[in-house]
C-alpha cells in the first residue's frame, strides 16, 4: 500500500515537471515570436564607411559638419535604401537632433529638413522621440559629469565658475541648459515644423519599473511585447554608464532650488503645448512628473523663463563661492530672485528683464532624440509590428538589448574625413532696485 502511494506521488511529480517544462516552451516560443515580430519590421541603418562600417553616432555629423556633402550623401543613400527595405520605416537617433533654438551651438533643421526631402516623406511621417529626463537636476549633474576636454576631471564649482569669464565655454554652457537640457523647447520647434512628437516622461518610467528602451519599443512602435518589455529581451536591463564625481558644493537645500528652477522654466511650456497635445500632434508616455509642481497662478512668471537662460546660468553660479574664479553679479540674478522668491522679479541680467512682462519665445533642446520615420501607412497589427530601438549616450541610459555590434566609434572616422495669452494680474517680480525705489519716491 504504501509502494502504490509512492509511486503515485512520483508519477503527478512527474507530471508537474512536464506540464512545467511544456509551459516554459511556450513562453520561450512566445517569446521568440514577439521578439521576431519586434525586429522585423523596423529598420536602423548602417553606414558603411572606407573601413569598414561606422558607429551609431555618425548620424550626428549629419549636424556637425554641415558643409561635408560626400558623407551626408553616403549616410542619407542608405537611410534610403533601409527605408525601402523596411515595412515599417526606419529610426535613426542622435545627440546632435537637440541642436536646436537660439542657445543651440549648431543646427539641425537644415540636416532634418535636408534627409525628410532625400527620403520624399511628409510631415506627418516624421516622428521624434524625447527623452524628459527627471529628476531634472540629475541630468545637468550628469552633463557635468559626462564632459571632455579641460573640464574631464573638474569640480562642479569649476565647471561653472571658469566659464563664467570665457566667452566660449560660457557659449558651451548656454548650449547645456538652453538645448541639452530643454526636451521642450525642442518639442515646440519639432511640432511647430510640422512633425510629430512623443515625448516620455522618465518620472513615470522608472516608477512604473520599466526599462526606456522597452517603453520606446512597446509604447511607442508599437511592437509585440509581454509585460511591458520586448519579448525575450526582457532581461535586458540599463548599463551602467555613470561617472563617479563627487557634487558636494551645495547641501540639499541648494539643490532643491536648482531642480524648482528647472521645473520652473517647463511649466513656461505647458500652455504653448497645449494646443498639439489636443490635436494629437503630441503625445505624453508615462506622464507623472512633467508639469507635476505647476501652480496655475505662476503663468506669466513660468513664461519669463523661456528662453531666459542667461538667468538659469547665473542664478546657479550665484550658488557657488568661486574663490578662484571671481564673478561680478550686480547686473544679474541670484537663486532666490530667479525662483520668484520674496515677490520679486526684475532687473535681470544687464536689463534683460525689467519686469516679467516682456513675452519670450525659446525653442531649445534635449539631450538624446530619436527620430521615427514612417512609410505613410498605417502600422500593423499588435502581433504584426516591428521595433528597432536605438541606446542614448547621455540622457538615460537605455538597454543593452539594443547595442550595436558596431557602435563604437574613435575619435578618427572611417571615411577619413573629420568628423499664449494670459493676464498679467499673475506676474510676480523678482528684483526690487532698492537704489530705483528712491528715485522714484524722489520723483513722487
Known sequence: MHTNTLHKQQQQQQQQQQQQQQQQQQQQQQQQTCTQNSLEYWRWPRVMGTYGTHGTKVFGRLVTEPNNDILHRSIMDTIAQSMNEAPNGVIV??????????????????????????????????????????????????????????FMDSTYEDFLCMSHNDPAERRRRFDMLGAQMNPLGAAQIFLEEGW????????????????ISHVIGCRVLLAGCIDGFLGSLGDELPRENAVEKPFDELNDEESGKMEQLFQNRDCGYQHSLKKWIDNGQMEIEYQDTLWKSCE????????????????????????????????????????????????????????????????????????????????????????????????????????????????????????????????????????????????DKDGE
Open 296 to 439: 496655475s497662478g505662476r503663468q506669466s512668471y513660468y513664461t519669463s523663463l523661456v528662453g531666459a537662460t542667461e538667468v538659469l546660468f547665473n542664478a546657479f553660479l550665484s550658488q557657488l563661492e568661486c574663490k578662484d574664479n571671481p564673478h561680478d553679479l550686480r547686473d544679474g540674478i541670484t537663486m532666490d530672485q530667479a525662483l520668484g522668491n520674496n515677490n520679486t522679479i526684475g532687473h535681470m541680467v544687464n536689463g534683460f528683464v525689467e519686469a516679467v512682462l516682456i513675452p519670450l519665445v525659446f525653442l531649445g533642446g534635449v539631450g538624446y532624440v530619436m527620430m521615427m520615420m514612417l512609410k505613410g501607412k498605417q502600422q500593423r497589427r499588435l502581433d504584426e509590428r516591428g521595433i528597432a530601438v536605438v541606446q542614448a549616450e547621455m540622457t538615460p541610459y537605455p538597454s543593452s538589448a539594443f547595442q550595436d555590434d558596431h557602435e563604437n566609434e574613435g575619435g578618427g572616422d572611417d571615411d577619413g574625413d573629420d568628423d499664449e495669452n494670459d493676464s498679467d494680474d499673475d506676474v510676480e517680480e523678482v528684483y526690487k532696485d532698492p537704489a530705483k525705489s528712491e528715485d
Open 93 to 150: 537617433g542622435t545627440e546632435e537632433f537637440d541642436q536646436v533654438g537660439p542657445d543651440a551651438l549648431n543646427n539641425a533643421i537644415p540636416a532634418i529638413k535636408k534627409l525628410i526631402r532625400h527620403l520624399n516623406l511628409n510631415n506627418e511621417d516624421v516622428t521624434f522621440v524625447l527623452n524628459y529626463r527627471s529628476p531634472r537636476l540629475d541630468q545637468w549633474v550628469s552633463i557635468w559629469k559626462h564632459e571632455e576636454g579641460d
Open 196 to 211: 510629430k512628437v512623443k515625448l516620455i516622461d522618465m518620472g513615470g518610467v522608472e516608477n512604473d519599473d520599466k526599462d
